[in-house]
């Protein structure tokens, strides 16, 4: 199995920033795209970023231009550096892999357990 930690998060005031990390764990044998969602309270979980296993990135148009998703294939870890933070970015951040473990032949979708985000005006 895989297992995904978030780390990061926290409570920051509107404009500043914070850094979220994912770093993936288990019987790893290859792990192809790396995303981030976001849910709020009383809305539904929302793609933020993602980036496949060959770089290539997507973002959530509100936040364009704000976040900048990355990955470190050596610690089996993404990123998501989030500037300029407003009031609407808060909610609850996941973590979520495509990954392939050793036993199995086809990748999978992994989820981390969440970390708060607060963004106060």
């Known amino acids: 199995q895989v297992q995904l930690v978030e780390s990061g998060g926290g409570l920051v005031q509107a404009g500043g920033s914070l850094r979220l990390s994912c770093a993936a764990s288990g019987i790893i044998a290859s792990i192809n795209a790396m995303r981030w969602y976001r849910q709020a309270p009383g809305k539904q979980r929302e793609l933020v970023a993602a980036i496949t296993g060959g770089g290539s990135t997507n973002y959530l148009d509100s936040v364009k231009g704000r976040f900048t998703i990355s990955r470190d294939n050596a610690k089996n870890t993404v990123y998501l550096q989030m500037n300029s933070l407003k009031t609407e970015d808060t909610g609850v951040y996941y973590c979520?892999?495509?990954?392939?473990?050793?036993?199995?032949?086809?990748?999978?979708?992994?989820w981390g357990q969440g970390t708060q985000v607060t963004v106060s005006s």
């Open positions: 979520n892999a495509d990954a392939r473990v050793v036993v199995d032949y086809i990748f999978r979708g992994y």
